[in-house]
């Protein structure tokens, strides 16, 4: 008749296991048998093996902490890359948009044919008046009529459409005069110059920079 050394139970014969709390004294036993064995393996190590595995263990630990550091600096490299990449797009971007919009306002300026008046006459200083002022119209009006084309350019008006119809006027003048000289052709001459006049200060009235039939593009820029 045998009783459990755990809970005290009753174990019938043939059995080795307690059926109450399931202790199993073999199993037990060979437990304790296997830590008396590492308490005297341990017993039995001499200092240096000690030493030996404290120090194993110290390179384990570096290797890990260098294997850490060198993971944290790619991924600080790796984010760098990206937000440079991230930015060189961003720029390209701005570049496109910034050429897409000089391009659309070359068009604009040319359809318009204020582009090549202004490349003729270089950059547009401050408080110039592209559409004329009335100040500027009178000036304009004036290039229209004979020798007083001259005007504007004498009293230095710097102003983009007064020159431009001054331009104009001067072409007229010169032309009307070179025709004049022709026999035969005086009247034809003289309403030419009266004609394209009258164009030209109609185009003041409106505020427009279109030239005149004919001569208006000789000597201009295409």
């Known amino acids: 008749m045998a009783y459990c050394n755990r809970c005290g139970a009753y174990i019938p014969d043939g059995q080795d ?8 004294p073999a199993a037990e ?25 404290e120090a194993a263990r110290a390179r384990a630990e570096k290797h890990r902490r260098d294997q850490q550091e060198m993971h944290r600096k790619w991924a600080e490299t790796e984010a760098r890359r990206r937000q440079m990449e991230e930015e060189f797009r961003r720029r390209q ?11 659309e306002q070359l068009r604009f300026t040319s359809s318009t044919g204020s582009y090549s008046r202004l490349h003729r006459t270089g950059t547009r200083a401050a408080g110039d008046n592209i559409s004329g002022t009335t100040r500027d119209k009178t000036f304009a009006y004036l290039s229209y009529i004979s020798f007083l084309c001259f005007l504007p350019s004498l009293l230095g008006v710097n102003d983009y459409f007064t020159q431009f119809h001054a331009r104009q006027g001067r072409k007229l003048f010169w032309i009307s005069l070179l025709l004049s000289w022709i026999p035969g052709v005086n009247a034809i001459a003289w309403l030419f110059q009266v004609v394209l006049a009258v ?9 427009t920079q279109d030239e005149l039939p004919v001569i208006g593009h000789i000597g201009e820029d295409r």
Do not use: P, Y
């Open 93 to 103: 971007a701005e570049d496109e948009q910034h050429r897409r919009e000089q391009e």
């Open 29 to 53: 036993t060979a437990r304790q048998n296997a830590a008396a064995a590492a308490a005297a393996a341990f017993a039995q190590k001499s200092e240096e093996d000690i030493r030996a595995e």
């Open 199 to 207: 164009m030209g200060m109609k185009n003041v009235a409106n505020g």
């Open 17 to 24: 296991i307690c059926l109450a709390c399931g202790f199993d």
